[in-house]
């Protein structure tokens, strides 16, 4: 293989192993619960056993007494900190919904903290905790968000505030409808699970003054501001360090009451602080997501095009506002249309407060919520109308033409453009791909037989790469190595690959040769981190222009030094060649590199160092979409649903990793599974979790989840960024329950239909075992 073709093989569009895996497949990876600092202690917290009521009395005496504990801390021990605040800063509105660090008068769900206690082991600071005496005089529990506001603390309800967005005149289009379609449906508590649950390693570096949060992830950068804000200190004096991270799915990585109190312990007691949640505590205390109920209508004409959607939804936020703010809500408001002509909209969110876990993002926060309204909604267009469930999508698709397609709405701050698709042709694709009619046929012999089988389809639009900037700096080292500072973070999606990938396809070496570091903030200034499914959109854009100036400054000096011009000149593997000859080397990158450092005579008035800064920034999102196909069957015996074929096909403009975004689309499938048929944290009438265990909280093994059939295309790069990329991180979760619902829903027939997710095989089994005596009645 010559030098460029071997090159060529491992940049952008190649499917090259994940650089990652090698610590990982060796037991040599370094999560939390691998990180040991010397004289530590370790926290454990003592939580509210009630969702609500107000908090009486905290006796921490036989804690403290017990040899070994250090100091057992409650609200009263910390009163100078302030609520943990809103990752994008102050906002006075939902400013007294925020969570304390450790509770003060009132308790609000089960698991939150009340006290903290620090000990010399691990198995002590238990011990104490289960010492720590609480008494909680019990008051009324709101565990529905659509049930009527109550008082939340004094002059405040439960109802936080109303999300409300639209454009168009709605009520004339109702007026002007053929048909009004409207349903009721509801999605489950569920969120994401991660292998590795949440852990924090605080140390303070009295001779430096520097705060550690070591066991950071998703948004070290941001966090970093959070927490300096609270503990008035320099974003100088502060930093956080990012390892392994067994899993994210939004749910790791946010600034919890835990991650506030190791590091102010780490300061008052002198000690690095370790804190490890066990796997009871992630189910009551670490962020749920996705409960909603929305009551959502539709205008249509006689031929069954869209005039208007009217959406009212509830959504249970829990019992505090977290670090997200109403980012869940905001965004299920702007990308309900979806990949649909609307001509008018209007949604409107009840953004409650119950005695619950609280609530945030999960992989594709508020789209497999709305996808799952919107698709059953157009379902139902489609039943009312005797249209097939295909032809009312066709007749509403947006066009290539209408691309880009400014909505007046807003996802996460970011005004609604979507950038390119040709959503027809993608359906198209899929439907040929799968055999649809063919399946069609043989659903209905098979339905002749008794079975209880059919198919659903969910066509969506997904958002990706959140701005507004992303940076990296590249320097080259005399070895010939190559280095990227990212301010973004790896959750476990093949970051580091990707972004080598880019690095190595720019500046002409192989990606093996770069290494890419993240997740440190001593390390770069900057960073926005890896949520939003933004990492690759803004980093490997920033990565590219960094690595194209880095390669301008090597192909100047070293045309310099073989006496050349540089336009006759290219990096091929490392090497510089010249264009005629690309397998001759004249000199490789790292000779450069050493040509470059600042006492070299060779450099000029060349700024030192081969190495550069690159920035991207952008106005708007992209929008990968996709169109998702579910062929299930259902057990008449147990009302046991089987997913027997799963057909995906996403377009994310241009591809850097094949086998990467076909990973991220079937574990995005298998988590989507999860909420569409066993997922759910479920709360007893007084508010206490039912699903604190593996036993309870069911997920989908590997016995469960299909073959997953993925068609990835690249027919429509995005036109905002250089690299025309689109992210592929929650494309396969985000339409899994509304494409599952309508497979069961056509199993079904006229034997019920679906509105809420999970699917349970008990309400299934009820509705069949009762049309089925009914038919007996009949006759």
Known sequence: MSARAKAESTGIGVSVPRLEDRPLVTGQGQFAGDISLARQLHMRIVRAASAHGLLKQVDTTEAKALRGVVAVWTASDIE???????????????????????????????????????????????????????????????????????????????????????????????RAAAHIVEIDVAIGRHSGVPLETRGAIGRYDAARDVLELHGAAKVPHRNRESLARMFGRSTAALHCYEGQVGGGFGVRGEIYPEDVLVLLAAMRLGRPVKWLEDRREHMIAANQSRQQRHIIRAAVDGEGRLLGIDDRFFHDQGAYIRTHGTRVAETACGILPGPYRLPSFRVQCHFRLTNKTPAATYRAPGRYETNFARERLMDAIAAKLGLSRIEVRRRNLLQPSDMPHERPLTALGDEVVLDSGDYPGLLDKALARCEWEKLEQQIKARRAKGELIGLGLAVY????????????????????????????????????????????????????????????????????????????????????????????????????????????????????????????????????????????????????????????????????????????????GTGGVKVEKMLIAFDIGRAINPTLVRGQIVGGFAQGLGGALYEEFQYDERGQPLSVTFADYLMPTAHEVPSVDVLITEDAPSTTNPLGIKGAGEGGIAAVGAAIAGAVDDALGDIATVTSLPIKPQWLKAVIDAHAAASVDKH
């Open 80 to 174: 100078d900190l302030p609520p943990i605040d809103f990752r994008d800063g102050p906002n006075e509105k939902i400013a007294p919904f925020r969570q304390r660090v450790l509770a003060r008068d009132r308790v609000r769900y089960v698991g939150e903290p009340i006290a903290a206690v620090f000990a010399t082991d691990p198995y002590i600071a238990e011990d104490a905790a289960d010492l720590v005496a609480v008494e909680i005089e019990e008051l009324p529990v709101i565990i529905d968000a659509s049930a009527p506001v109550a008082e939340f603390a004094d002059g405040l309800t439960t109802e936080a505030t109303i999300c409300r967005q639209g454009y168009g005149d709605v009520d004339a289009a109702f």
């Open 461 to 636: 639009v997904e958002k990706s790469g959140l701005g507004p900037t992303d940076g990296v700096h590249i320097h080259v080292h005399d070895s010939g190595d190559v280095e990227v500072i990212t301010g973004g973070a790896s959750v476990g999606q093949g970051f580091e690959t990707v972004i080598a990938q880019v690095c190595a396809d720019k500046l002409g070496v192989d990606y093996r040769s770069v290494r890419v570091v993240h997740g440190q903030t001593d390390r770069i200034e900057y960073g926005i981190g890896a949520h939003a499914t933004r990492a690759t959109v803004m980093t490997a854009n920033a990565t590219a222009i960094a690595a194209e100036k880095v390669r301008a400054k090597a192909l100047d000096m070293a045309s310099q030094l073989v006496q050349t011009d540089p336009s006759r000149l290219s990096l091929v593997d490392g090497h510089v060649v010249r264009i005629d000859a690309p397998d001759e080397s004249l000199m490789s990158l790292g000779e450069i590199a050493g040509s470059l450092r600042p006492a070299s005579k060779t450099r000029g008035d060349r700024d030192p160092g081969l190495s550069a800064d690159g920035w991207f920034n952008t106005a708007h999102m992209t929008y990968p979409y996709g169109v998702q196909i579910a062929l299930v069957t259902i057990d008449r």
